[in-house]
């Protein structure tokens, strides 16, 4: 019930703050001068911007099974795989939340995520190769971080954020478009004094508009996606230990720094991994170093 109502109170928002942009600008009168709809345009930019988001949310889980061919912990068969989904049982039971699948996948990067369209709907997968180079308590930080991340709701909230961005990136890349148009090609009315239509400014102002404001949108999500690391990390030093969280970190920073394999075969998931190997604005994972210290000096 939470969910639907933040749901329906960011779409309510996002028409709110459209609104008063647009009319505060007097974009609406030119917007219709030029033959658009400024309505039909601000509920397009809605359902085009939430569709996306959503619809990746919600086959989120059926994505990554495919996409990492996961093998999902039905009934264990070793004592590996028991381990696991005993660890995993627990921790979400302290977490306070049902619990999620638990799989394992091939691959010799040593990494683990949380996806899933909700927690009733949770999958918690691990890499062959995190179980290879990590101890049992550190592979315990590990899976904690995921659970975490599945307690706070953040595959939720970022497909909220990313909804919101993409309905101003399509909303304002479309203007933007229109006043592309309108300086390359002037004011084309008919004998009514109305716009007879846009042209190619339109098309290719709205497309670069949109890239552009694509890439300033996936900032945003970035710089969220970093502050969610550290309250995921935070999290499950409360869940299994502190020493076993900084003892994961720890143990990634040292296979990172032996120039560890990475595997990216789909970057959508990038965000909830445990780890990933980029530095810079775009990343969706802070400095490792910086989320030790964050842990360490937690009172």
């Given at each position: 019930?939470?969910?639907?109502?933040?749901?329906?109170l960011t779409?309510?928002?996002v028409l709110?703050?459209?609104?008063?942009?647009?009319?505060?600008?007097?974009?609406?009168?030119?917007i219709?001068?030029?033959?658009?709809?400024y309505?039909g345009?601000?509920v397009?930019?809605?359902?085009i911007?939430?569709?996306?988001?959503?619809?990746?949310?919600?086959?989120?889980?059926?994505?990554a099974?495919?996409?990492?061919?996961?093998?999902?912990?039905?009934?264990?068969?070793?004592?590996?795989?028991q381990?696991?989904?005993?660890t995993?049982r627990?921790?979400?039971?302290?977490?306070?939340i049902?619990?999620?699948?638990?799989?394992?996948?091939?691959?010799?990067e040593?990494n683990?995520?949380?996806t899933?369209?909700?927690?009733n709907?949770?999958?918690?997968?691990v890499?062959s190769?995190?179980?290879?180079?990590?101890?049992q308590?550190?592979?315990e930080?590990v899976?904690?971080?995921?659970?975490?991340h599945i307690?706070?709701?953040d595959?939720?909230?970022?497909?909220?954020?990313?909804?919101?961005l993409?309905?101003?990136v399509?909303?304002?890349?479309?203007?933007?478009?229109?006043?592309?148009?309108?300086?390359?090609q002037?004011n084309?009315?008919?004998?009514?004094?109305?716009?007879?239509g846009?042209?190619i400014?339109?098309?290719?102002g709205?497309?670069?508009?949109q890239i552009?404001?694509?890439?300033?949108a996936s900032?945003i999500?970035?710089?969220?996606?970093?502050?969610?690391?550290?309250a995921?990390?935070?999290?499950?030093?409360?869940?299994?230990g502190?020493?076993?969280?900084?003892?994961?970190?720890?143990?990634?920073?040292?296979?990172?720094?032996g120039?560890?394999?990475?595997?990216?075969?789909?970057?959508?998931?990038?965000?909830?991994?445990i780890?990933?190997n980029?530095g810079?604005w775009f990343s969706?994972?802070?400095?490792?170093?910086?989320?030790?210290?964050?842990?360490?000096?937690a009172?």
């Amino acid at each position: 019930m939470k969910r639907i109502t933040l749901f329906a109170l960011t779409n309510i928002a996002v028409l709110v703050v459209i609104s008063i942009v647009v009319r505060a600008l007097g974009l609406d009168r030119w917007i219709g001068a030029h033959g658009v709809s400024y309505t039909g345009l601000m509920v397009m930019s809605l359902v085009i911007g939430f569709t996306g988001s959503l619809f990746s949310l919600l086959i989120s889980k059926w994505m990554a099974i495919r996409a990492y061919s996961i093998e999902l912990i039905k009934t264990p068969s070793n004592s590996t795989e028991q381990w696991l989904v005993q660890t995993v049982r627990e921790q979400s039971e302290r977490a306070g939340i049902p619990m999620p699948d638990v799989g394992v996948y091939d691959s010799p990067e040593a990494n683990a995520f949380a996806t899933g369209r909700s927690r009733n709907s949770a999958l918690v997968a691990v890499s062959s190769g995190l179980l290879q180079q990590m101890r049992q308590r550190e592979v315990e930080g590990v899976l904690a971080h995921e659970v975490a991340h599945i307690a706070n709701g953040d595959m939720v909230t970022m497909t909220l954020l990313q909804g919101i961005l993409n309905t101003f990136v399509i909303f304002f890349s479309r203007v933007i478009g229109l006043l592309v148009d309108s300086f390359l090609q002037g004011n084309r009315r008919d004998g009514e004094g109305r716009s007879s239509g846009t042209g190619i400014g339109f098309f290719i102002g709205s497309l670069v508009a949109q890239i552009f404001l694509g890439l300033l949108a996936s900032l945003i999500v970035m710089a969220y996606s970093r502050r969610r690391e550290f309250a995921a990390d935070a999290m499950a030093a409360r869940i299994e230990g502190r020493d076993a969280m900084v003892g994961a970190l720890q143990r990634l920073k040292v296979i990172h720094e032996g120039g560890g394999v990475l595997d990216d075969r789909s970057a959508s998931l990038a965000a909830f991994k445990i780890s990933h190997n980029y530095g810079n604005w775009f990343s969706s994972h802070p400095p490792l170093d910086d989320r030790i210290r964050a842990l360490q000096q937690a009172v």
